[in-house]
């Protein structure tokens, strides 16, 4: 205990010692890890976009001719035992001209005009999970257009996989910048670390010549360094959750506009964990290569 | 407690090879005060070191305490050093910390419960008459004062040897017998002490067995 009270001193003394090259160190991990959580951020929620999306995507399927009464559940079962069809919710033409002048709302007396109804009897299928892709949605398109009832189907995810396409891009450009910034995090840390070194270098030649292990020597060089990415990550976190709160009222109502979001999403408390983590893992390779450079 | 065994020390100086040490070999006993006397450049801080394994003889055998030195791995050096004390001709405080935190350090370093500390450093800066300055920092102490603080930072760890390289070397004629007398304190309550310096005087003035060394050779072993 009394080891580990030392070393843990030590590491406070030499953090403090850091001075500038410790506070730009801190700031580089800030900056990395805010943008990288920049990213991540939007990346999350176009991702729980596109999951939605996926959940609420429909193919309909338009009939030649209303089925009589008795011929509808023989059609449904048909339809419903085709590979990839989850679920099936038949709409009479009489239903159908129902939900129009509903969604006509004051202009609904202009269906009344009509003098037949004009649309069409459908089945609104809900494509099974490995059917929600483009090409399992091509396929299953082609399975129901096999039947004679079939007058026209409409659907498909080409547009959904093109928005989880610009995710994909999105956390590539993410990872990419994240990358770049990390490395500069990681030499500014190594700089600090190298500097607390050459201050302590005396010290660590008395440790050594009274006996003291590589490890209690070196220990306190790692923690400072975890300490810094620490550090930075959480002045990242805290600043990512400002902007947050700051920009949520004007930016929402816009996403929930264009992406349909009800809400825009911050990192889950395991996420917040991860990038705190990602923080002292950067630290810690700044410590370690430093150590590197020292053992030499 | 120590024994050295045709040892051997060449360096290379281009293509040229000096021997730092040539063919040295003698023993000390346990309990034991043992002067190493040479001027300049004989070899006698080259042999301290191989002692505590801060260097490799180039051929030869060496045992401090027990053990082989030479055939220590990486992870056993420690050990091996925290068998033995050493003091130079200069101090080696560190500047900001004080008396009490420079002996302490050694102690905090070996990882000695903390309720151990307090009352060892004071004992052993009471050995050396300096407890009165336990809070002052080196440089606010005498050279001589600063060398005492050595040999209390030294002793801390109650090692059973002692290697001092010139630590009267900075000192007047007043520290340093100052110096000496404590060194034979040290050496009277049990610890073996193997003292290196260039004045011969020094070695007649303590009466003890006394290494001589010329051009890295052995040349007298008398006392």
Redesign the interface.
Known sequence: MSLLGFVLSEAGRDLRRAGRVGVSAILLITLSLGALGVFWLLSLNLGRAVVQWRERLRVVIYLKNEPTPGAVDGLLKKVESVEGVQRLRYIGKAEALQTLKRQLGAQASLVDQLPTNPLPASMEVTPAAEAATPEGTRALIQRLSAFPEVEEIQGGTEWVERVAQWRRLLDGVGLGVGALLALAAILAVTTAITLALDARREEMEIMRLVGATERVIRLPLLIQGMAQGFLGAAVALGGLYAAYRLTLPGVEPLISLTLGLPRVAFFSWPEMALLLGGGGLLGAVGGLLAKGRSAG | MIQLQSVWKVYSAGSAKVPALADVSFQVAKGEFVVLAGPSGAGKTTLLRLL?RDELPTEGEVQVAGREVIGLR??QI???????G?VFQDA?L?PGRTVYDNVA??L???????RE?TPRVFQSLKAVGLQAKAQAFPAQLSQGEQQRAALA?ALV?EPPLLLADEPTGNLDEVMADEILELLKEIWRRGTTVLLATHRLSLAGQLKRRTLILELGRLVKDEG
């Open positions: 505590y990486r992870w420690p050990q091996l050093r925290r068998a033995i050493i080696r560190l350090f050694v905090r370093v070996l990882g000695t419960p903390r500390i930072r760890k």
